[in-house]
DNA sequence: ACACTTACTTAACGATCGGTAGGTTTCGTC
DNA sequence: GACGAAACCTACCGATCGTTAAGTAAGTGT
C-alpha cells in the first residue's frame, strides 16, 4: 500500500482509470464485446465491480471509451502525415507505414480496431463504430480523390480505390498482428511494397488498366 | 403449417434440424457466437430447448456444424473450378468470382466465414477455425506457387501473394456482403476487375516491380 | 401385444451475467 | 475539527445463460 506516488497525474485521468481502460482494451481485443464480462475486468485490474462503475456509466460506455481512446491517437497521426505530404505514392506510403508501426507497437489495437469493422455487429455499438470507421475510410478516399484528378491514379472511382487500399492495408494489419512477433512483420519494407503492389501490380505480364466499377 | 412440402427430404438431415442450423446461421452470422444465444436461435426456429440439444451436443457443437456445413459447399466449388483452369489470370478470376458468386448468394455466408478469421478469439473455436481458414488460404497459395514457378507472377513468395489476393478478394466481400443489395454489388465485374488491379496496379505512371518481403 | 426408436414436451438446475444500494475510508479545504 | 467530494468497499438484485432430467405421443418392426 501507500506505492502509488504518481507524480504525474496527468489530465485528469486517474491511474486506476488507466489500469481500467488498458484491461478493457486487452480483453475486449482478444475476445470481443459480447464475450468479454466486467468480471474479468475487474479482476484483471485488480479492483471491485463498483469501481468500474464509479468511471463508466456501463459496460458499453466503458468499450466505447476504450475505442475512442485508441482511435484519437491514430486518426490524428494519420491527418498529420498525410498534410505533410505530397504526390499519391508518397501519401499511401506514410498511411501504411503509419498504420503499420501504430499497429506493431500494440497488437491489441488492429485486434480492437477490425474486429469492430469484420467481427460479428454489436448493436447497441453498432451506430458508434460504424462512423468511427468511415473517418479512418474517408481520409483514404480523400487522397484518392486527389489522385485520380491530378492523373496519378486510374482504373476505378475514389471510393473504389480507397476500398481496394484499405482491403491490403487494414488485411495485413489484422492478419499479421494476429501471429506471433507481429512487430518483426508489420515492417515499413512490408508497407512500401504493398503501395508498389497496388500501384503497379504484380503480373510479369504486358500492362492492362482495371476498370473497377463503382461500389456504391 | 404443412406449408413446407419440401420434396428433398436430402441425407439423412431431418427438416427441423435443417431450420434449426439456418436460424442458427442467421443469428451466430448477425451477432457471433458468444451473443447469440440458444434461446434465440430456439425461438426463431419455432422449437424448444431440448428439441436443439436432440439435434446438437451443445452450442459450440450447433456453431461448428453451421461453420462446416457452408465451408464445405464454398470449398468443394472453388476445388473443382480451379482445377479445370489454366493460367494465373483465369484461375484468380475463377476463385473470386466463384466467391463473390457464393457471398452475394447467401451474405450470412461470408458474414459468419469473416467474424471468424477477423473477429474476436472464441477460444472454445479457435483451433477449429484456424484449420478451416488454412485450407481456403492454401488453395489460392498453391494458385500463387504455379503462376510464380511458371513466371507469370512475381513481386514476393506464394504466401505473401496468396495473402494480398486474399486481402483484396475477403475484404471486398466482407464489406459489401455487409451493405444493401450485395448481389448488386459483388459482381462478376467487380471480380474481373480486382484481379487486374492485383495484377497490373492502378498507377498512370512507369512500372515497377514491388518486393513483397516474406511475412511468414 | 410388446419393445424400441424418433421426435418432441414441461419444468427445472446451478452458474454467471450487468448493475446497484448503501456504507466506509481518504483527503484537501475552510 | 467539521465537511464534502473522491475513491473505494461488501453484499446483494433480478435476469439470463447453457444444459438437463424426466416424461410423452407417434410410428415401426416382431
Known amino acids: ?46 479492483v471491485t465491480r463498483p469501481v468500474l462503475y464509479y468511471y463508466c456509466d456501463s459496460k458499453q460506455d466503458l468499450f466505447e471509451r476504450v475505442v475512442r481512446w485508441k482511435h484519437d491517437d491514430a486518426y490524428k497521426e494519420l491527418d498529420a502525415t498525410i498534410s505533410a505530404t505530397r ?24 485486434q480492437l480496431m477490425f474486429q469492430t469493422s469484420f467481427g460479428p455487429v454489436v448493436s447497441e455499438l453498432a451506430e458508434f463504430l460504424q462512423a468511427i470507421a468511415e473517418i479512418r475510410f474517408g481520409i483514404v478516399a480523400n487522397v484518392m480523390l486527389e489522385a485520380i484528378d491530378s492523373g496519378e491514379l486510374h482504373g476505378g472511382d475514389a471510393h473504389s480505390l480507397a476500398l481496394l487500399f484499405c482491403s491490403i492495408m487494414d488485411h495485413h494489419a489484422n492478419a499479421l498482428s494476429r501471429m506471433p512477433n507481429p512487430e518483426h512483420k508489420l515492417t515499413p519494407e512490408l508497407a512500401d511494397a504493398l503501395v508498389d503492389a497496388f500501384l503497379y501490380g504484380v503480373s510479369t505480364g504486358r500492362r492492362k488498366t482495371p476498370q473497377i466499377p463503382e461500389t456504391l
Not at 489530465?11 to 464480462?37: C, I, P, V, Y
Open 1 to 46: 500500500m501507500a506505492s502509488s506516488m504518481n507524480a504525474s497525474a496527468e489530465s485528469t485521468r486517474n491511474e486506476t482509470e488507466e489500469r481500467l481502460l488498458d484491461a478493457a482494451l486487452t480483453l475486449f481485443a482478444s475476445k470481443g464485446f459480447a464475450a468479454t464480462s466486467v468480471r474479468e475486468i475487474i479482476e484483471a485490474t485488480g
Open 87 to 110: 504526390g499519391v505514392a508518397n501519401r499511401l506510403q506514410a498511411i501504411i507505414r503509419g498504420t503499420f508501426a501504430f499497429c506493431a507497437a500494440d497488437p491489441r489495437v488492429p
